[in-house]
C-alpha cells in the first residue's frame, strides 16, 4: 500500500457526464435562507407544544408554502460546484444528505483544508439529529464521518465510492454544541483509497471512522 496521497489532480466536470451542475456562488440568497428558515422549522416542529389551533394555523401555512414553491425543480442528480480559497474545487450533489446546501435536512458542514494537510470543518447537530437522550444519534455520526472521508479521497484528487466503513464511538457526542470534523487520505492501493476521520467535542474524540473508498473510473485513468 503507498502510504502518500497522489497528489492533487483535477476533476472532471460532471456535465462532461451528462450531469446538470450549479455553481453554489449562483444560489440566491433568497433560497439558502429559505433553507436555512425550514431547517429551524423542522426542529421547531420536532419539539413544539403549542395547542392545536396553533398546530392547524402553522401547517396550513407551511401547505401554502409548499403548493407556492411547486413548480420548476433541479433534475435528481444535480451537482453543486464549490470553489475554496485555496484553489480547491469539490463537487457534491446539491441535495446531498449531510452537506447539501439546499437541503433543510443536512446540517451546515463545510470542510476546509487546514495547514496540516487535513480537511477541518465545524458543525453543530440539534435535535432534530436526535438518539439517546441529549446525545447526537449514532447513524448520523456514522454519515457525517462518511461524507468528510469523501471528501477527503475528492480534495487528493480520487473520487469515488464507498466500499467499506467502520466507525468507532469513543465517548457521547453533546446535541446543540460545536463539534470538530477532520478527514485525510492516509494511502492507497490501486483504485482503493484508504481515507481517515474523526469527530471531536472539546478537544476529544467521540467518533473516528475508517474507510476504503473504490475510484471512480475518470476519462484517462489507467485504473492502476
Known sequence: MTVDAHPDTEIPDPR???????????????????????????????HTRAGADDLAAARAAVAEARARLDG?????????????????????????????????LAMPLRLERAEDGDLRGTTVLNGVYQGPPGLVHGGWLAAVLDQALGSAANAAGMPGLTANLDVNYRRPTPLNTPVEVSARVTGTERRKVFVAAEIRHNGEVTAEGTAIMVRIGLPGDSGS
Request: hydrophobic share 45%; net charge negative.
Open 72 to 104: 420548476p425543480r433541479h433534475d435528481v442528480g444535480t451537482m453543486v460546484r464549490h470553489s475554496f480559497p485555496d484553489g480547491r474545487v469539490e463537487w457534491g450533489t446539491l441535495t446531498n444528505a449531510v452537506a447539501g446546501p439546499t437541503n433543510p
Open 16 to 46: 462532461d457526464f451528462g450531469l446538470a451542475v450549479v455553481a453554489e456562488e449562483d444560489l440566491s440568497d433568497e433560497a439558502l435562507a429559505l433553507v436555512q428558515e425550514v431547517r429551524a422549522l423542522v426542529d421547531t416542529v420536532a
